[in-house]
């Protein structure tokens, strides 16, 4: 056994961690080996007797992970752990677009579904849930609250839209009229063809909305990014 050897065994024989292919161990709890190894060896033009190096790695604990580290704290705790880096630590950077798609679809639902139907009426109701009961205006009905505006600005679609005081109002009572004699099929349908959607769509799109307010509201904040994700610190949590 040569130098090399020699140092692979003591090294082996103190960390316990040497394992041969084969699965063998020596009498210190270490186990070597090497390919074509011979306890006395033979004179085959080697000088020492042995065939090819083998290389072993040593590692602990080689085939299990390390279990993940779990930290239960309040924010007391936090705070004290870490001090004001809590800010600088970021979680999470949250993609606004379903949380506001999902708060839109509430608020456009929040006085009932009747006013998908083909009709010039919504038939809006705000007594019909929970989020319209809160719907509270200047005389204490949800008809002039500003959450209904919202409602009324959601659910619009050609066949209900109201023009009255705008520019098409004029527009509005010509086709409605030229309608009655067969000239046109109203102004309903009228406006579904220039917007290329249907009676009973929405004129105002959850896509756009959501898109408006990522651009305009959020990312108008100095700590959101262009693209209106919210980012969630250590502290925030």
Known sequence: ?????????????TLGACQDPAGGRGDSGATIGSAGSGSSGTDDGQGDGFGEETVYSLNIAADAAPPPLVLEMNRTEVA???????????????????????????????????????????????????????????????????????????????????????????????????????????????????????????IVSTEAMVTTFQRDLLASHPNVPADGSLGFTLADA
């Open 80 to 202: 004290e752990l870490f001090g004001d880096s809590a800010q600088e630590i970021t979680l999470l950077q949250l993609d606004s677009t379903a949380l506001l798609t999902n708060t839109l679809d509430e608020v456009r639902f929040a006085c009932g579904a009747a006013w998908m139907f083909d009709d010039p009426d919504p038939h809006h109701d705000c007594s019909l849930t929970a989020l319209g009961q809160s719907f509270m205006g200047p005389d204490g009905t949800w008809q002039t609250s500003t959450e209904y505006s919202m409602v009324r600005l959601l659910t619009m679609t050609p066949a209900n839209v109201v023009v009255t005081g705008t520019s098409s109002e004029g527009l509005q009572e010509m086709a409605d009229d030229m309608e009655q004699w067969g000239f046109t099929d109203g102004y309903s349908q009228i406006l579904a063809d220039a917007l290329g959607i249907s009676r009973t769509t929405p």
């Open 1 to 13: 056994m040569n130098l090399r050897h020699l140092s692979v065994l003591v090294a082996c024989t």
